[in-house]
T-cell receptor
Framework: DADVTQTPRNRITKTGKRIMLECSQT?????MYWYRQDPGLGLQLIYY???????NKGEISDGYSVSRQAQAKFSLSLESAIPNQTALYFC??????????????FGPGTRLTVL | AQSVTQPDIHITVSEGASLELRCNYS??????LFWYVQSPGQGLQLLLK??????LVQGIKGFEAEFKRSQSSFNLRKPSVHWSDAAEYFC?????????????FGAGTRLFVKA
């Protein structure tokens, strides 16, 4: 079974709809991340969480919100989806080692299309 | 500001030929450096990483990378490319200077392998 799972894998929605993307992990990591991938732009950080009570905005958090329901679950919401939020979304986890940054483990991604 | 540049958007090599993917970074201290690979329809997977020590690091699938501080580079190499290496490759930098526990990704280089 995959260590980091994302649901749904694909979603088509309409402008103005509320959407939730879910991420679960079995790696036991404290740190979790949400990224957005657009062609030619690499990965941009939306939100990150170091534990259940610690949530931080990334570089492109406007229009998004998150919830860390448990150590293993980190959800991303689009309160009112707009077409330029059409992208591939990745969840990732990382171990809270002594280093400030370490290997990230990625889910398979959610392809979101906003019409 | 911290940044990662991958100068080549895409590269095409013949199967069996050698490969070098370029990565340059801008960072105010000793960086932690990573190479990830993304196969079609999948999330990113770590190929290799550099934290300290030997500047030539070995990774999975026969890849290696060399950290050159004087050139601010961390190029990825493979002596003989296989058709299964066709994917997108991301260079990334992290460490204390990235605002704490964050990783900055390059825009990616897509590798095409021709028979």
């Amino acid at each position: 079974d995959a260590d980091v799972t994302q649901t749904p894998r694909n979603r088509i929605t309409k402008t103005g709809k509320r959407i939730m993307l879910e991420c679960s992990q079995t790696k036991g990591h404290d740190r979790m991340y949400w990224y957005r991938q657009d062609p030619g732009l690499g990965l941009q950080l939306i939100y990150y969480s170091f534990d259940v009570k610690d949530i931080n905005k990334g570089e492109i958090s406007d229009g998004y919100s998150v919830s860390r329901q448990a150590q293993a679950k980190f959800s991303l919401s689009l309160e009112s989806a707009i077409p330029n939020q059409t992208a591939l979304y990745f969840c990732a986890t990382s171990d809270a080692s002594g280093r400030t940054t370490d290997t990230q483990y990625f889910g398979p991604g959610t392809r979101l299309t906003v019409l | 500001a911290q940044s990662v540049t991958q100068p080549d958007i895409h590269i095409t090599v013949s199967e069996g030929a050698s490969l070098e993917l370029r990565c340059n970074y801008s960072y105010g201290a000793t960086p932690y450096l990573f190479w990830y690979v993304q196969s079609p329809g999948q999330g990113l997977q770590l190929l290799l990483k550099y934290f300290s020590g030997d500047t030539l690091v070995q990774g999975i699938k026969g890849f290696e990378a060399e950290f050159k501080r004087s050139q601010s580079s961390f190029n990825l190499r493979k002596p003989s490319v296989h058709w299964s290496d066709a994917a997108e490759y991301f260079c990334a930098v992290g460490g204390a200077n990235t605002g704490g526990f964050k990783t900055i990704f390059g825009a990616g280089t897509r590798l095409f392998v021709k028979a």
